[in-house]
Every structure is written in structure tokens, then in C-alpha cells.
């Protein structure tokens, strides 16, 4: 059983940056697909970004492409999302998952991410 804790979130005024933190614990598998996510009330979660752990590059959606960047520390089992240059429209909840579907340049269905972190909340202000 895969655990993961993210934190880093917070309530910042748009344009700052933030580094989120998603530390795993618990995996058997010596790769995984980690995931980025995020939620806004009253809309569907979508895909941000992910990485393969096992090597590669990370891939982003369009939306976030050049301002956000994942980032991990195989040691240290964490994966970091930095935020850069916000806006309120990145008013969200923020989740880091992982799934044993390999990926790469692409977000796998939510469905196969079997594992999910609490959630660590970002809130941009104008």
C-alpha cells in the first residue's frame, strides 16, 4: 500500500510561486507513474503533469506548460510540484497519485492511478 502526504499549499497573491511536496511511502514497485492533479470547486479533476519515476522527462498539460515544473528526489521518496507566476484560475486543490501504468508525454486515465495523497490546498488571490 502506496502512501502519499502532499503539503507545500498555501494562500498567495497572484503572480507569486509556490513548491508543493508529495513524499511516498510504503511502494514495493521499483517505478511508478506519479501524478499531479488538481480540483476547483465545481469542476473535475484534471491532469497536470506526470513523470515516470524510473526516468524521463516530465510531461504537462498545455495549460501549465512553462509555469509549472515537477521535480522529484528519488532518495528522499518526494516529488515537488513547482508553481510559478499564478493565477487565481490555479485556485485548487492539489493531488499527487501514483499508478504501475507506465507513462510518458502523456496523463494516464484517473482510473489507473491507484493511489492518492489528502490534497494540499492552493489559493491565489488577484
Known amino acids: 500500500q502506496v502512501q502519499l502526504v502532499e503539503s507545500g499549499g498555501d494562500s498567495v497573491q497572484a503572480g507569486e510561486s509556490l513548491r508543493l511536496s508529495c513524499s511516498a511511502s510504503?511502494?514495493?514497485?521499483?517505478?511508478?507513474?506519479m501524478g499531479w492533479f488538481r480540483q476547483a470547486p465545481g469542476k473535475e479533476r484534471e491532469g497536470l503533469a506526470t513523470?515516470?519515476?524510473?526516468?524521463?522527462?516530465?510531461y504537462y498539460v498545455d495549460s501549465v506548460k512553462g509555469r509549472f515544473f515537477v521535480s522529484q528526489d528519488v532518495s528522499a521518496n518526494t516529488l515537488y510540484l513547482r508553481l510559478n507566476s499564478l493565477r487565481p484560475e490555479d485556485t485548487a486543490m492539489y493531488y499527487c497519485?501514483?499508478?504501475?501504468?507506465?507513462?510518458?508525454?502523456?496523463?494516464?486515465?484517473?482510473?489507473?492511478?491507484?493511489?492518492w495523497g489528502q490534497g494540499t490546498q492552493v489559493t491565489v488571490s488577484p
Open positions: 513523470i515516470w519515476t524510473g526516468g524521463g522527462s516530465p
Open positions: 497519485a501514483a499508478a504501475r501504468t507506465y507513462c510518458y508525454k502523456q496523463i494516464p486515465p484517473l482510473s489507473e492511478f491507484e493511489y
Open positions: 510504503g511502494h514495493k514497485s521499483s517505478s511508478y507513474c
